[in-house]
């Protein structure tokens, strides 16, 4: 989709403002580590009936996150672990996915054009996905960039250039 093309443009931004980075090992590892943890109380709770359901439901959520642990672990190694690092805020760039009817597809380029983030985030969204916008920020700083897709023909065609604002 156009995800991968607009991050593409970030990072040829002058000055390297914004890397691609891998995200952080440590949730996911936590998350896993609890699940395993979850085995090991498994063990020193005793196998009389009245525990059954208690020891059923301990190997269940111990299971549950141990894979989905695991699960995030092969994410993050993959290609989905990458996402738009900026530099000067030493933060990860917040992704928005905007969607919108067919007819403001004018009223989304000028905005985006102009650099008119706030009312763009502001418009109200429609549950089709005529016009899809994809805005990367930055939570510590002003720093903004967008980019609206068109959906013709079962893919996503961009509408306008990426617009940054620093």
Known sequence: MSKTDICKALYALPGEVVVPRRKSFLKPVMIMLVGVLFFVVNTFIPGATEYINLKSAIVLFGAVLALVGLALI???????????????????????????????????????????????????????????????????????????????EFELHPMCEVKVRY
Do not use: W
Request: proline share 4%; aromatic share 12%; charged share 25%.
């Open 74 to 152: 092969v994410l993050r190694m993959g290609e989905g672990g990458v996402a738009p690092y900026h530099t000067k805020d030493c933060c990860f760039l917040k992704e928005h996915v905007l969607k919108f009817d067919k007819h403001k597809n004018t009223q989304i380029t000028e905005l985006i054009n102009k650099g008119d983030f706030e009312t763009l985030m502001n418009l109200p969204k429609d549950d089709v996905s005529a016009i899809t916008v994809v805005v990367y920020s930055s939570p510590k700083s002003e720093f903004c960039a967008a980019q609206a897709f068109d959906y013709f």
